[in-house]
Antibody, heavy 117, light 111 residues
């Protein structure tokens, strides 16, 4: 289905890149979103990549600090976040939808990113 | 502060009916965007529970139902079971923000 890269531990100010790889045609013709969840907190939408990967939309909160890229040849979507802060410590999920406004029916298993000095 | 407002917690006894509200505005739920609901157990991945405001994915019991009125939506759970104890999140789309929005989540406790 969808497999994300492993946990990361980073220092404040560093960058992290998380991958989300789908098997078969799981991502074909689907939008892929990134959602994060800080410890004990709710879900927070970060942005999405369109099926071709040539159009990326970011939440205003993450614009300029997060970069989403999509490699259709490998069915992989990447989320890179720069200038990490301690409050970026969270589980980061990728998830697919049929449209930007639609529901997320398949999720990755999540990647814990810990930011600590 | 979430764009969609949910009660932090609700509770009910086994067999009872509970509802979880999700209040938005004219740029999301009130703008006729669908509402979707997710169930999440501690340490687990969110699971789609209701999509398109009222539809259940295959495998979701009909004890779970969704509805919408104006700028608010609701998730109802009837015949409450101990296994329903989890966090529940609503999701929609906001035209002003041009993005997906979530509710802050509601913790359901089965007494």
């Amino acid at each position: 289905q969808v497999v994300q890269s492993g946990p990361e531990v980073k220092k404040p100010g560093a960058s992290v890149k998380v991958s989300c790889k789908a098997s078969g045609n799981t991502f074909t013709n689907y939008y892929v979103h990134w959602v994060r969840q800080a410890p004990g907190q709710g879900l927070e939408w970060m942005g999405l990549a369109n099926p071709r990967g040539d159009s990326i939309t970011y939440s205003q909160k993450f614009q300029g600090r997060v970069t989403l890229t999509r490699d259709t040849s490998t069915s992989t979507v990447y989320m890179e976040m720069s200038n990490l802060r301690s409050d970026d410590t969270a589980v980061y999920y990728c998830a697919r939808s049929v449209a930007p406004v639609a529901y997320f029916d398949i999720w990755g298993q999540g990647t814990l990113v810990t930011v600590s000095s | 502060q979430s764009v969609l407002t949910q009660p932090p917690s609700v509770s009910g006894a086994p067999g009872q009916r509970v509802t979880i509200s999700c209040t938005g505005s004219s740029s999301n739920i009130g703008a006729y965007y669908n509402v979707h609901w997710y169930q999440q157990f501690p340490g687990k991945v969110p699971k789609l529970l209701i999509y398109g405001t009222t539809n259940r994915p295959s495998g979701i019991p009909d004890r779970f139902s969704g509805s919408k009125s104006g700028t608010s939506a609701s998730l109802a759970i009837t015949g409450l079971q101990a296994e329903d104890e989890a966090d529940y999140y609503c999701q929609s789309y906001d035209s002003s923000l041009s993005g997906v929005v979530f509710g802050g989540g509601t913790k359901l406790t089965v007494l």
